[in-house]
């Protein structure tokens, strides 16, 4: 059983900042990659950024050079660093934990509401 738990979300001003935490336990022998997607009220749940376990990173264009996403491999930990928030970032921020191989886990979500 693999738990995935996020943190780091708020209330934050259009221009301010963020970071997530998202962290991954249980029974782990190795993590292929790590990510982070987000749903807004009415639409589908997209992604923002993604990074595997060689450090490459894929982000969504909406969020390129303002999201930075890094991760622990140590801790199973990933982060998101979000600067410049916007209000269209308002959304349900979503860990996902994909392991090795091919199993895939969800976090329950953290909220972030960034206020114009």
């Known amino acids: 059983q693999v738990h995935v738990v996020e943190s780091g979300g708020g209330l934050v001003q259009a221009g301010g900042s963020l970071r997530l935490s998202c962290a991954a336990s249980?029974?782990?022998?190795?993590?292929?990659?790590m990510g982070w997607y987000r749903q807004a009220p009415g639409k589908q749940r997209e992604l923002v950024a993604i990074?595997?376990?060689?450090?490459?990173?894929n982000y969504a264009g909406s969020v390129k050079g303002r999201f930075t996403i890094s991760r622990d491999n140590a801790k199973n930990t990933v982060y998101l660093q979000m600067n410049s928030l916007k209000p269209e970032d308002t959304a349900v921020y979503i860990c996902?934990?994909?392991?090795?191989?091919?199993?895939?886990?969800w976090g329950q979500g953290t909220q972030v509401t960034v206020s114009s």
């Open positions: 996902e934990v994909l392991l090795t191989p091919g199993h895939q886990y």
């Open positions: 249980g029974t782990i022998f190795s993590i292929d990659r």
């Open positions: 990074i595997t376990s060689d450090g490459s990173t």
